[in-house]
């Protein structure tokens, strides 16, 4: 039961905030919208700024179907699930993102919680790009600056037609599972990933160290 009514507190939060943004989402719209009592939501969180944090945590943390694998078999396919799962989960927020970005110039302290899960997507992305050059899928050294403009850029583009294909479909006009595809192309072309021909024989290469000292 527990358990249960701090589920139903943050579920209730993110809606709230969704429709009200911080100022609007008061602990006693919360409890009402949860079906608690606000002597309840204090005993769980404490505060309204402990509980609009920790729904931001909540929904900002990567999911299991969002993570990639340690082992690369197949960067594209791996690529392309990974980032399927990301513009979904981007695409069922979007209400609630567009609220709290619309909060950060006033609430600059809600970033941190906010971008957790981007940050922790971003680093498991470049662990990726490193196990994909010891497995062989990068033949040769790439500068440490150049995999995270990669990273950045792929993630970004991702975010951004999550964001956006809705209220700007002239920027986005193939089918999302066309534009993912290319996003993961470019990427690995950008990391000069070899050719899935040459595969097979990957795990015969030796690995140069992924990060060069001369960019």
Partial sequence: MIDDHRHRI??????VYTLHGWRGATTRRIAEEAGVNE??????????????????RDLAAQKDQMRLPDVPQNPERELIAWAKAHHSETCGKR???RQMMSDFEERPDLVPCAVE???SAMSQLRRYVSQLHAGGFIANA?????????????????????????VMPIMFTQPIDDTLRAYVRIFLRGL?????A?????????SAPLTSSSE
Avoid: C
């Avoid at 943050?10 to 809606?15: F, M, T, V």
């Avoid at 002597?39 to 931001?56: I, N, W």
């Fill in 192 to 196: 000069h990933a070899l050719p899935e």
């Fill in 10 to 15: 943050l579920q209730a939060a993110a809606r």
């Fill in 39 to 56: 002597v309840t939501l204090f005993r769980h969180f404490g505060s309204k700024d402990a509980l609009l944090e920790q729904m931001m």
């Fill in 142 to 166: 790439v500068a440490s600056s150049e995999v995270d403009a990669a990273v950045t850029m792929f993630m970004g583009a991702v975010f951004a037609d999550g964001m956006n294909r809705d």
């Fill in 198 to 206: 040459v595969w097979p024989l990957a795990e015969l290469q030796v």
């Fill in 117 to 119: 899960g981007p940050h």
């Fill in 95 to 97: 209400p609630l993102i």
